[in-house]
């Protein structure tokens, strides 16, 4: 059975920093390209990041980013712990969603999301 399992939201004030972390079980982890998207109430999930699937298990992969964060957002992988990580930092008031963690290889999965705030 397939799981993606996020944590690591909360609320923080503007300029501040969160470490969001998504934990996969069920899978070979370093097979699967890991993305983060994020979703507000009636409207589309957006894509975040996508970090490539790895060659090794001590590699890590290529990482993309959406233009809105951009510089702000790092996407990193840890093939050992089966985990990745969404490092994000400057946060402001339009990154308030809820993030969700995706494998993407042969098939794709979801996790179940988890909620960050960005309020003063």
């Known amino acids: 059975q397939v799981q993606l399992v996020e944590s690591g939201g909360g609320l923080v004030q503007p300029g501040g920093s969160l470490r969001l972390s998504c934990a996969a079980s069920g899978i070979i982890f370093r097979f699967f390209d890991m993305a983060w998207y994020r979703q507000v109430p009636g409207k589309q999930r957006e894509w975040v990041a996508t970090i490539s699937s790895s060659d090794t298990i001590s590699s890590g992969g290529s990482d993309y980013y959406a233009d809105s964060v951009k510089g702000r957002f790092t996407i990193s992988r840890d093939n050992t712990k089966n985990s990745v990580y969404l490092q994000m930092n400057s946060l402001k008031p339009e990154d308030t969603a809820t993030y969700y963690c995706?494998?993407?290889?042969?098939?794709?999965?979801w996790g179940q999301g988890t909620q960050v705030i960005v309020s003063s």
């Open positions: 995706k494998a993407g290889g042969a098939s794709v999965y």
